[in-house]
């Protein structure tokens, strides 16, 4: 695939504008080289506490599940590496893009996208809760590092061309592209001034082709590493998709949870093409040495795959011109590729989400979100963090207060909202 040439200096492509923070901070001489802005961007999510957090937060299964499954951090470090790979090839900063995807789910609550649904529904009368404005809100006002004028956080103060490449869904409840899911929104109403700033330039909803690796590079990590955790986990056992009945019901998972109009015939050629792949398994995952082997060259082929169909397609709808940088581009995911990767995530998603065992834990920990909610709400300021209760004290009205118990319960891991639980709930 062409490359940026390595002598191409990144600032001939990322100008003034790009590299603008929102609080503007002197330049540092303490180090030999002088590192760019993007690897201060990156440095700073790498040393956030949010994102240290997600080592406690559900991926698809519970952290303390076993020591193998993915947890929200090693998610996002997986995901990073993928944007790198995406990044480059198409000339885009690979600092950027990965960054964005360090960030990406950084604002995600206790429990994962369970917990982003309770979180939502308490949420309601003050507009939701979504883990990708959450995650804005955090990188611009939560996370401890920067100060304005007036001595208000303004969280990471990240360069502008990275806040852009963390903005999955650049718009506020309601008012995406036709077709959008209501509850997929990137900004808050009382985020809109930030928001407005680092998408200065830039006319309606356009994602940045940063944010579009991010997005890329998140789909194809958990399609097949979510995978792989159920395999090792002993929840899926891929030699069942031979019989007609099993796959039926990963179709109906995939009509349901990703793509609901696709052709059952469409799923049927996609496994098809899937299993020519070299390592695809023909046994039962044993726990031998060998079979796990098998299964991270599986994963290493299949993410290698779906990254060469994106780059050639993106290139030649591009006609090989590269780079693709910051609004000048868009990636292009072909159909194939995209149901290759939906069918993936349907295995996933029926053998493991739809569990019922696991549709009763989910339950549980909606009551559990819903009770602790309603204690906080009750104790006020007493049962916050000492961040949360000055943001509380700061709070002009009633909508504001209820935000700031809201992010209260994000920033908390599993453990820690099943601990404040016992705490406050008695």
């Not at 002598?7 to 901070?25: G, I, M, N």
């Not at 990406?104 to 917990?115: I, K, L, Q, S, T």
């Not at 959008?180 to 407005?196: E, I, L, Q, S």
């Amino acid at each position: 695939m062409p490359a940026l040439p390595p002598s191409t200096p990144w600032e001939q492509l990322y100008d003034d504008h790009a590299r603008a923070r929102l609080v503007t901070e002197p330049t540092k001489r303490v180090r030999a080289p002088e590192r760019t802005p993007f690897e201060r961007d990156r440095a700073r999510v790498v040393h956030a506490a949010s994102l240290r957090r997600l080592a406690a937060k559900t991926q698809v299964l519970g952290p303390a599940t076993d020591d193998f499954v993915r947890n929200r951090l090693t998610h996002s470090l997986e995901v990073a590496q993928v944007a790198r790979d995406l990044a480059h090839p198409l000339g885009c900063h690979p600092d950027v893009a990965e960054t964005a995807a360090l960030a990406h789910d950084m604002g995600h609550p206790p429990f994962g996208h369970n917990g982003e649904t309770a979180l939502d529904e308490l949420g309601a009368a003050v507009g939701g809760f979504e883990g990708n404005a959450q995650t804005l809100r955090i990188l611009t006002r939560l996370e401890a590092k920067s100060v304005d004028a007036e001595g208000r956080s303004v969280g990471l103060n990240l360069t502008r061309a990275t806040l852009d490449a963390c903005a999955k869904y650049p718009w506020t409840r309601g008012e995406g592209p036709p077709g959008t899911p209501p509850a997929k929104f990137g900004v808050y109403a009382d985020d809109r001034p930030v928001f407005a700033w680092l998408r200065t330039g830039v006319e309606g909803t356009r994602r940045s082709v940063e944010a579009q690796v991010m997005d890329v590079a998140d789909d194809i990590a958990y399609s097949v590493h979510d995978l792989e955790d159920g395999v090792v986990g002993g929840r899926i056992d891929l030699t069942r998709l031979a019989r007609d009945e099993e796959r039926e019901q990963v179709w109906a998972a995939v009509r349901e949870w990703y793509l609901p109009d696709v052709d059952p015939a469409a799923l049927e050629d996609a496994l098809a093409r899937l299993r020519t792949v070299g390592s695809w398994p023909h046994a039962a995952y044993d726990g031998t040495r060998r079979s796990l082997a098998a299964w991270k060259n599986l994963t290493s082929d299949l993410i290698g795959i779906f990254c060469g169909q994106v780059h050639e397609a993106t290139l030649a709808a591009h006609g090989g011109a590269v780079p693709l940088v910051r609004h000048g581009g868009d990636l292009v995911v072909p159909e194939v590729t995209a149901t290759e990767i939906a069918v993936l995530k349907g295995i996933a998603a029926h053998y493991v989400m739809r569990a019922q065992e696991r549709l009763g834990l989910m339950e549980r920990q909606r009551t559990l979100l819903g009770e602790l909610h309603d204690a906080l709400a009750a104790r006020g300021r007493d049962g916050l963090d000492p961040m949360f209760a000055q943001d509380f004290d700061d709070a002009t009205d009633d909508a504001a207060r209820a935000r700031v118990l809201l992010d209260q319960l994000a920033s908390l891991t599993d453990a820690s909202a099943v601990a404040w639980h016992a705490r406050w709930c008695r």
